[in-house]
């Protein structure tokens, strides 16, 4: 199947339309979920104590924090400058022993729900080529790619299982409950639904797709012109990359921007790169907008539960949850894997966590990995992008708008984008991103601080 965009010519496409080309992206896999209050304070609490505006105070709330998620410690994947470039992806995804790895970071499609599906499938496939009919192969992770991976497994005469830290399967696709309605926390988006085999298992499910064009408008005077400028400053900015020159490959999104920024390439920068790729543009490689083979045909919303339009890639593979594993050994016949009250045994295994559990080396492997899995989970970024969803009685926005874009005058980006839910579900609710450094900020600030900043940016748009 013809999947031959690249990051740039979606882009470009999506200018066309909106002056928010990147936030479509953002949404794949974004946010896991910490949500509502602390445990010493409720989210009524939290609601009551909020300043006044001109505009109604929400009646709930929900905000992710992947940063502090000890199942994923990141969003998604991004590419640094390094040597290999993309090739670092299929550095990782390369066995070690009877050990091998699979997931968003190591696809060809990365930070998308299909991408990891997609490594998990090949992932697989390759196993069952490489082991005798009938072998016991041990998954570690039920997310996307974890499932797809026990699927391609069952379907050529294996027998595998997954051990899933958490009590559900999913993994980065998650839901919350906002006024007792689901929203989701990780993937929001399919990108691409023209061949795309989500969009098939979206129809299997019976959940509807809404199409998303990010016409987002900018509702205060004057905004919407200097968002305009910004983005076309950062598309000739990114348009002159050349990724086949020599050094392209240790080039940073940062070293093709202008010395001088001005608010609207801030805000452009914002939504291009911290929250497409959830790393700032001097940690992201240039060559990160030429990645992957993305599908044609636009992107779309869900008005039903991601989750289910991947729990059933696994087939009738055995799920053991709670089996937080935490040690992987191997010799030349078999691996090992211990968790706290547990221990299995299979032929061989496939380890589909995120980068980010990866990088803080949750996992011991014995032997050690080899030193290019280490080079490259050492080397791949772990990307950050937050959202905050936010509900309201009513609704004092364009109930029909697709959302909004705002430039903060005095930090550019910050609650930048808004997505409008009504059109899709019916409820009022609307929900917010940020990422990058930014993100990384605010996952430190209490509920009430940053459900007040961004009270702000709606005050400023609607109060």
């Not at 602390?38 to 924090?65: H, Q, W, Y």
């Not at 980006?413 to 605010?442: E, H, I, Q």
Request: charged share 20%.
């Amino acid at each position: 199947m013809d999947r031959g965009l690249t990051r740039r010519e979606l882009g470009r496409i999506a200018l066309g339309g909106a002056a928010l080309a990147g936030l479509g992206s953002a949404g794949v896999l974004a946010g896991c979920g910490s949500g509502g209050a602390g445990p010493d304070e409720s989210a009524k609490a939290v609601l009551d104590r909020l300043p006044k505006t001109g505009v109604p105070k929400p009646v709930d709330f929900i905000r992710t924090n992947w940063s502090k998620d000890p199942l994923a410690y990141c969003s998604y994947s991004y590419l640094p400058p390094n040597p290999l470039g993309s090739g670092i992806r299929r550095l990782l995804a390369e066995p070690a022993g009877r050990v091998a790895f699979a997931g968003e970071a190591t696809g060809d499609i990365p930070a998308t729900v299909h991408g990891a599906a997609q490594s998990g499938r090949d992932a697989g496939l390759f196993a069952a080529d490489e082991l005798r009919s009938g072998s016991r192969v041990a998954i570690v992770g039920a997310g996307a790619a974890g499932l797809a991976c026990a699927g391609a497994l069952l379907e050529n005469g294996m027998e595998p299982f997954i051990l899933e830290a958490s009590d559900r399967v999913g993994g980065r696709v998650r839901s919350g409950e906002l006024t007792g309605s689901p929203v989701e926390l990780g993937a929001s988006w399919i990108h691409g639904v023209d061949g795309n085999p989500l969009t098939e298992l979206a129809g299997e499910a019976g959940i509807d797709l809404h199409p998303f064009a990010y016409e987002l408008d900018f509702p205060v005077p004057g905004q919407g012109a200097l968002g305009r400028a910004g983005e076309r400053r950062f598309r000739r900015a990114i348009n002159s990359f050349e990724p086949y020159a020599s050094g392209a490959n240790q080039q940073t999104v940062d070293w093709l921007l202008p010395w001088q920024w001005g608010p609207g390439l801030e805000w452009a920068v914002q939504t291009e790169v911290q929250q497409e790729y959830g790393g700032d543009p001097g940690q992201v490689a240039a060559l990160a907008t030429w990645e992957g083979e993305w599908f044609p045909g636009g992107d779309a919303l869900l008005d039903g539960a991601y989750v289910d339009v991947i729990s059933g890639l696994s087939g009738d593979a055995e799920i053991r949850f709670g089996a937080k594993v935490r040690r992987i050994d191997q010799d030349s016949n078999s691996v090992r894997l211990v968790w706290d009250g547990g221990e299995a045994e299979a032929d061989a295994v496939v380890v589909t966590v995120p980068i980010g559990v990866l990088k803080a080396g949750v996992i011991e492997f014995r032997p050690a990995l080899p030193a290019r899995t280490l080079a490259a989970i050492e080397g791949l970024g772990a990307g950050l992008l937050d959202k905050l969803w936010l509900a309201f009685e009513e609704p004092f926005w364009d109930e029909d708008a697709e959302g909004f874009s705002w430039i903060n005058p005095r930090l550019p980006g910050r609650w930048g984008s808004w997505v409008n839910a009504v059109p899709v579900t019916g409820k009022p609710f609307l929900m917010t991103l940020s990422g990058g450094s930014d993100a990384r900020r605010l996952s430190g600030w209490s509920d009430l601080d940053l459900i007040a900043d961004a009270m702000g940016a709606l005050d400023a748009m609607f109060g």
